[in-house]
C-alpha cells in the first residue's frame, strides 16, 4: 500500500499560478500522474511522469501552462501550474500507478485531492 498526499491548492486570481505537491510514501519504480475532477465530471488525467527517464504526458487543455516534475530523493512529485483559468477550478488528485511506453497511464494509488480554484 502507497500512501498518497496532495498540499498546495487554494484561491487564485485568472492568470495566476500554483504549485502542487505530492508526496507519496513509495516512490521509485512508480509513474506519478494528476488527475482532476471538475464539478459534475468525471474525473480526468492532467498529466503523468514515467518512472525513469522523465517522460511526461500532459492534456491538450494544459499543455504550455503546467509542467510536471518529480524529486526522486525527497519522494515528491510537483505540478507547477501558470496562467490559470476559470475552468481549471477542481479538486487536483495525485497517483501513484504505472505508465508502460506506448500505452495509457494505469492509476493506482489515490490521495484525497487538493481543491483548486481560480477566480477573481
Known amino acids: 500500500q502507497v500512501q498518497v498526499e496532495e498540499s498546495g491548492g487554494g484561491l487564485v486570481q485568472p492568470g495566476g499560478s500554483l504549485r502542487l505537491s505530492c508526496a507519496a510514501s513509495h516512490f521509485n519504480n512508480y509513474a506519478l500522474g494528476w488527475y482532476r475532477q471538475l464539478p459534475g465530471k468525471e474525473r480526468e488525467l492532467v498529466a503523468c511522469?514515467?518512472?525513469?527517464?522523465?517522460?511526461?504526458f500532459y492534456a491538450d487543455f494544459v499543455k504550455g501552462r503546467f509542467i510536471l516534475s518529480r524529486d526522486n530523493a525527497k519522494n515528491r512529485v510537483y505540478l507547477q501550474m501558470n496562467t490559470l483559468k476559470p475552468e481549471d477550478t477542481a479538486v487536483y488528485y495525485c497517483?501513484?500507478?504505472?505508465?508502460?511506453?506506448?500505452?495509457?497511464?494505469?492509476?493506482?494509488?489515490w490521495g484525497q485531492g487538493t481543491q483548486v480554484t481560480v477566480s477573481s
Open positions: 497517483n501513484v500507478g504505472s505508465w508502460v511506453h506506448g500505452m495509457a497511464y494505469v492509476p493506482t494509488y
Open positions: 511522469i514515467s518512472s525513469v527517464g522523465g517522460r511526461t
